[in-house]
Structures are given as C-alpha cells and as structure tokens.
C-alpha cells in the first residue's frame, strides 16, 4: 500500500484546511486509516483515525482537536480527508497519512506517508 498526502499549506491562525491522502496499491482488507503528526521536538501523536473499517467504521479524534477537525473517507477513490477549522500556531506539524492493513486474524501490516506540512501563523 501507497499513500501520498496532498494539501499542506501556510494557513493563518483561525483559518481552515484540509488534507488528503490517497491509497494505491493492494488496499484490500484496509482495517484502519487516519491522520498522525510531528512538530519539531515533539512526539509523533495521533490526530484521527478510523477504525474497524469492516466493522462499520469508528473514529479516534485527539483531545486537542475535538470539534476542530474532522475526518471523513472516500472508499471509491481510495482517499482519507482531515477538515482543519480554527487552526491554531501549535497545529503545525507534518501530518502524516497512516494505515493499517489485516494480515491474520491476529496481525496487521501498517503503511506511512511521506507527510504534507501544515503551518499556522499567528
């Protein structure tokens, strides 16, 4: 599996993004995508994700972004989108695209992107 995130920007604090990222490959028996990033010195955290894609799907969201972002799937085109609203100075990170692909019953494959960089001004 591929995954190539698009839509990094400079953005001013308050405004809006959104990013995307799109899945090629051997996208069968996906369990879970979303959305991870690292700012610089800091820990790589999860933003969103979904989860138990086959099960109907449930959404992880961080506590810092709740009612902020949101995160959504196009299972035709193999895209996993993060709507960014009121964006704030300590959002900017590289935000990386992250899957999760079932190999057993008891264990997963799991795939990176590269990253797109979102900046917030102040």
């Known amino acids: 599996v591929h995954l190539v995130e698009s839509g990094g920007d400079l953005v001013q604090a308050g405004g809006s993004l959104n990013v995307s990222c799109e899945a090629s490959?051997?996208?069968?028996?996906?369990?879970?995508v979303g959305w991870y990033r690292e700012a610089p010195g800091k820990r790589r955290e999860l933003v969103a994700l979904?989860?138990?894609?086959?099960?109907?799907?449930?959404?992880d969201i961080a506590d810092s972004v709740k009612g902020r972002f949101s995160i959504s799937m196009d299972s035709a085109k193999n895209l996993v989108h993060l709507q960014m609203s009121a964006l704030r100075p300590e959002d900017t990170a590289l935000y990386l695209c992250?899957?999760?692909?079932?190999?057993?019953?008891?264990?997963?494959?799991?795939?990176w992107g590269q990253g797109t960089q979102v900046t917030v001004s102040s």
């Open positions: 490959g051997d996208t069968a028996d996906i369990g879970a």
């Open positions: 979904l989860r138990g894609l086959r099960e109907g799907g449930f959404v």
């Open positions: 992250y899957a999760e692909q079932l190999i057993t019953s008891i264990s997963i494959r799991t795939y």
